[in-house]
């Protein structure tokens, strides 16, 4: 018997069924909270395939520089809290311009603003500055960084790395940095499921944030 061939029309239906069901997939799946593992495993697979063997060795962190993963349990401020308990004697002895305490580093402007609206129960009298590139140029964030002690830095990889760049901010004071790993957008991806994302975020970690971790000087965090 000779199938009938597929019409475009049909062609189209199929794939949309095929992506829908891609979506429903991940939409139905129990979310499965990151680990530092799923970080070096992205790094490993990011490098692969420009640099060798021995250089890919030297992209792994020990187990002692990561904090321990949100479980899908905390809120951002408990989750602070968790990792950083000491944070008001910190933050009182940081007197340093140009530099943070703690970083978070997120996938928009607008989950930006939304992670610094939830943080208010853990932030207490801390100066906190949004770093991230809408609607503010470089320029002035890194002349607000030099004249203002900021504790909290809440941004986009892209920004941040371009502050550094700039000579604006300064890794060298930096405790903690965490990653806004677990929180999905309206097409269900995480901010390292994004291409952009994920090659800016790589390219900050290689801007010190690596040597920084290895001398152990710096702890990562996956909310």
Not at 52 to 74: G, M, Q, R, Y
Not at 173 to 190: G, M
Request: aromatic share 6%; charged share 30%; proline share 4%.
């Amino acid at each position: 018997l000779i199938q009938p061939k597929e019409t475009k029309e049909g062609a189209t239906k199929t794939r949309r069924r095929r992506k829908k069901k891609i979506t429903d997939v991940l939409a139905k799946s129990e979310p499965k909270p990151g680990t530092p593992e799923d970080l070096q495993k992205l790094m490993k697979d990011y490098y692969s395939t420009n640099r060798s063997v021995i250089e890919l060795e030297e992209l792994n962190l020990p187990d002692s520089c990561f904090l321990k993963a949100n479980d899908l349990t905390h809120s951002l401020s408990s989750y602070l809290k968790e990792i950083c308990p000491k944070w008001v004697k910190l933050r009182k002895n940081h007197n340093e311009k140009k530099s943070v305490l703690m970083l978070i580093i997120c996938s928009s402007a607008v989950r930006a603003l939304e992670l610094i609206r939830s943080m208010t129960a853990f932030r207490g009298d801390s100066k906190v500055m949004k770093l991230f590139a809408k609607h503010i140029k470089v320029q002035e964030q890194v002349k607000l960084l030099e004249k203002r002690v900021v504790h909290l830095g809440v941004g986009t990889p892209g920004r941040i790395k371009e502050l550094i760049k700039q000579g604006g901010l300064n890794l060298n004071p930096l405790k903690f940095l965490v990653f806004d790993w677990n929180w999905r957008d309206q097409k269900l991806r995480r901010m390292m499921d994004i291409p952009e994302i994920r090659k800016e975020v790589f390219e900050l970690l290689e801007m010190g944030v690596l040597s920084l971790c290895k001398s152990e000087s710096l702890k990562l965090g996956l909310f």
